[in-house]
């Protein structure tokens, strides 16, 4: 079993999820965001008198007003396979404020996996599927061209994250086409 409440942000309505002890957060999705509840293996129910959400709303306040609270404050507990469990591992690692490349995090995949290379379009397959967006920062994560593409969110609510964070969009572009738009 798992509960769910609803979150209102800036960037509009926010779907909080944990499990049925109400102790691990295991998602949070944006209104209409790619993959929303997908990792769940079952329905969620509304419980929203529950401390974790409590505490993960004024996570999220604090982050909404510009503060940079700390993901290590609230118990996650993403579902998600072995690989994508590393990556997410590699997200929650990139400060805010900064951005990373997927071949980046496929060159740190590679090393952890004792492997030469890996691949940056498994690497990506694992960041889009992120169950807990913006507390596990996916939004962080660029194309190495600076290509602001594969974000579930959508492109406009990628934007609106890294300039809240005040990361330096100069580099940065919106590609022409790809799975960002």
Not at 73 to 95: D, M, S
Request: charged share 25%; net charge neutral.
């Amino acid at each position: 079993m798992y509960y769910a409440t609803e979150y209102i942000s800036p960037l509009g309505k926010i779907t909080l999820a944990c499990d049925g002890k109400g102790e691990k957060l295991v998602g949070l999705w944006l209104e209409g965001q790619k993959y929303h509840g997908g990792t769940l293996p079952e329905a969620l129910r509304e419980k929203n008198e529950l401390p974790l959400f409590d505490l993960t709303k004024k996570w999220l306040d604090r982050y909404f007003d510009g503060q940079k609270p700390d993901l290590l404050e609230l118990p996650l507990a993403p579902i998600g396979g072995e690989f994508r469990q590393e990556v997410w591992k590699i997200l929650c690692e990139i400060p805010y404020g900064e951005v990373i490349t997927y071949g980046s995090i496929a060159k740190k995949m590679a090393g952890r996996m004792n492997k030469e290379t890996m691949s940056s379009q498994a690497v990506g397959g694992a960041v889009g599927h992120n169950p807990i967006s913006i507390i596990i920062p996916c939004h962080r994560v660029v194309g190495a061209n600076g290509s602001l593409t594969g974000y579930a969110g959508g492109i406009n609510t990628k934007i609106k994250l890294l300039e809240l964070e005040g990361v330096d969009m100069s580099a940065l572009f919106i590609p022409k086409k790809g799975t960002a738009l």
